[in-house]
């Protein structure tokens, strides 16, 4: 069964997703280890609660963050991770995550990519003004959120949206989105055609 790394820094509720999802049966995969570069990030807990092992990791206490990735890559080989789920990871992903990890890491992004790419991506399509915007899973490539797009849902901007309002409609459908794709993931569906990402039937 294929085993799953995710990075977290915050809350995760995506991580939550990914995990029930695996519980259920519906995702063949299962959340061997959480990394989060946060001491106090949520997700931990709900790591814990599922016996998941959680580990704190503060790019701090290392040398610069090569240093700092080959031990997230440690910690990920010893528990046999096969795929890489960012989850609300609040940093730049470096070389050495790349390397190792070339189309066997992924992103969910709160906005339709390639619009409103970084930081805030609800606010941005609220400031904007479009009328739709939604959520995008993608391969993690060397760029800022500019990877092979795997999947993606439109979401509605309505009148009277606030950033919390647009944001929470986009959240329900991160959590359907992110076990969709690492789904077809785990049951070997995709193949990466430069910029393509192909579903196989
Ligand atoms: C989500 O909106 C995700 O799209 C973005 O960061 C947020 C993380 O939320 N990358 P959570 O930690 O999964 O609850």
Redesign the pocket.
Known sequence: MLKIGVL?S??????QAIIDACEKGEVPAQVAVVISNKADAY?LERAKKHGIPAVVLEPKDFKDKDAYEKEIIGVFDKAGVGLVCL??YMRIVGQELLKKYQGKMI????ALLPSFPGLHGQKQALDYGVKVSG?TVHFVDEGCDTGPVILQTAVPVLENDTEGSL?DR??EQ?HKLYPMAVKLIAEGKLRIKGRKVQILK
Not at 10 to 15: F, K, T, V
Not at 107 to 110: F, L, R
């Open positions: 977290i915050g809350r995760g509720s995506n991580l997700g989850a609300g992103n969910i992004h709160p959520v944001s986009i959240l991160e």
